[in-house]
């Protein structure tokens, strides 16, 4: 095995007025316990302290440090350097999010969409608090942990077509995390979510091409979450027909 492997990292730093992303050639040290994020920080304390990236656990469990490697939406912290041998090892930003500077890019964006699918328990008459806590069966907890192991990564969104196309699209990550309060014993919001998801820019924009799912570090399956939905819209929509003073 070399003892080095060359990555190929995108610079971009607009505030100095790059017209443009340009990359750098930077070699790191090949070891077998080395993943990406260790090599972007080797750049970093040893050769370029310029280099600007998002990273915090190295465990994948806070999702801040996805970028683009080798065209795919993957966490730095679990990509290890030797499968990706021989190099060059080309890293970008993650793709459809505006970048502020190198490998860092804007979320302000998913943050909107996030908060107007209310990812919350909502009820509408919250209990005393001398009842206690609102319990549940382990049937209850698993009928949506699944989709309550979402990190906020953002590789969904990288992977999505959709978002690409149009970022007015709730987004899989969101909708995904509203379908885990849907599918929640304690929560009784889902037809106040439903009226949100159900709209042009929600569930219905999604073609189901799947990449979100395959992306996902957790095995979340938003793509399965928005089919859910999709049904759960449709029934509601034919309910509405059927038995319209639902509604009223």
Known sequence: ?????????????????????????????????????????????????????????????CGS????????????????LSDLTPGPVRIEPLAHFPVIRDLVVDLTDF?????????????????????????????????????SMCINCMLCYAACPVYGLDDAFVGPAAIALAHRYDLDSRDEGDRERLTILAQPDGVWDCTFVGECSAACPKGV??????????????????????LPWRSR
């Open 65 to 80: 440090c996805g970028m683009m490697i080798n065209g795919d939406p993957r966490l730095s912290c679990a990509t290890f």
């Open 111 to 147: 943050l909107h969409h996030l908060g107007q699918v209310r990812p919350w328990l909502i009820r509408d008459e919250e209990q005393p608090v001398e009842q206690g806590e609102y319990l549940q069966t382990p049937a209850q907890l698993q009928n949506f942990k699944q989709f």
């Open 1 to 61: 095995m070399s003892e080095q492997i060359t990555l190929r990292v995108a610079r971009y730093r607009p505030e100095e007025e790059d017209a443009a992303p340009a990359f750098a050639d930077y070699d790191v040290p090949l070891r077998a316990d080395w993943a990406v994020l260790d090599g972007l920080n080797h750049i970093k304390d040893e050769l370029d302290g310029t280099l600007s990236y998002r990273w915090s656990c190295r465990m994948g469990i």
């Open 221 to 242: 399956d938003p793509a399965g979450a928005i089919q859910q939905v999709k049904l759960a819209a449709a029934l509601d929509a034919v309910k509405s027909l059927v």
